[in-house]
C-alpha cells in the first residue's frame, strides 16, 4: 500500500517538471485574504427584438437582486430601484459596490462613439472592465451578438441568448441559452469567437414578469 502514494507522488513531480511548472512553497503556510466569490461583471441579453431578452432580464432582476441596490434606465414597476435617465448618472456610480446595474444597448451607444462627448467613450469602457472588481452585476441588452465589436464583447462575463415560442393564448415558452464569454476562443470552423455553452433553460412567460417593465423593446405581447 504504501507504493501507492510513493508513485503519485512520482507522477506528480514528473508532470511538473515535464510541463515547466513550479511551486512557490513558502507562500503555503503564510497569512492570506479571501478571494471574491461570485459571477460579478457584465452580463448581456442577447436576441431580435420580440425575443423575450428584456423580459428574461426583468426575471433575472427580481430572482437574483433582493436586498441589494439597483439602477436601472428600463422601468422595473413595483420594485425598488433608482432610475438613471442620462450616462453621466451612469458614470456617476463608478465607485458603487454590491449592486445591480440596468443599462440598456450600452454597447450599441458605445459603438456610435461620434455621438458621446469627448473622452466619455473611454470612461464607459472603464467603468465597464471595473464592475466584477467593484462586486457589481451590470446588466445589458444587445439584438445581434456579433455585431458587437469583439473588443467590447470582451467586456462581458455571461452571455444569454433569448429565444420565444409563441403559444397563443396559452403565453409562450422562453428558451434562454447561457455562454461563458470570459473564455471566448476563435473557432477556425466557424471562423470567429465562440463563447463556451454553460446551460440551456426553458420557461413558461409568467404575467408577474410579463407586465412589471417597460421599456421600447416590450415582448408581453408575444408577437
Not at 114 to 140: M, S, V, W, Y
Amino acid at each position: 500500500m504504501i507504493m501507492i502514494p510513493i508513485i503519485a507522488f512520482m507522477v506528480i513531480v514528473f508532470v511538473l517538471i515535464k510541463n515547466k511548472i513550479s511551486i512557490d512553497w513558502d507562500s503555503i503556510p503564510r497569512p492570506t485574504i479571501a478571494l471574491a466569490i461570485g459571477t460579478f461583471g457584465v452580463y448581456c441579453f442577447t436576441g431580435k427584438q420580440g425575443s423575450g431578452k428584456t423580459y428574461s432580464l426583468n426575471k433575472f432582476i427580481r430572482k437574483h437582486a433582493k436586498g441589494k441596490a439597483i439602477y436601472s434606465n428600463i422601468t422595473l414597476t413595483d420594485l425598488e430601484y433608482t432610475h438613471l435617465t442620462t450616462i453621466d448618472e451612469l458614470l456617476a456610480l463608478r465607485d458603487v459596490r454590491n449592486c445591480y446595474i440596468v443599462y440598456d444597448e450600452i454597447f450599441t451607444l458605445l459603438s456610435k462613439t461620434r455621438h458621446l462627448p469627448k473622452g466619455q467613450a473611454d470612461l464607459l469602457e472603464e467603468f465597464l472592465t471595473q464592475q466584477r472588481k467593484q462586486r457589481n452585476i451590470f446588466i445589458t441588452t444587445a439584438q445581434e451578438w456579433l455585431n458587437i465589436p469583439i473588443e467590447f464583447r470582451r467586456f462581458v462575463r455571461i452571455q444569454i441568448e433569448c429565444f420565444t415560442r409563441p403559444l397563443g393564448k396559452l403565453g409562450g415558452i422562453l428558451k434562454e441559452v447561457y455562454y461563458d464569454a470570459y473564455n471566448m476562443a476563435w473557432d477556425n470552423m466557424q471562423n470567429e469567437y465562440i463563447a463556451p455553452l454553460i446551460r440551456t433553460k426553458y420557461s413558461k412567460y409568467e404575467k408577474r414578469f410579463m407586465e412589471t417593465y417597460d421599456t421600447f423593446e416590450r415582448v408581453s405581447k408575444l408577437k
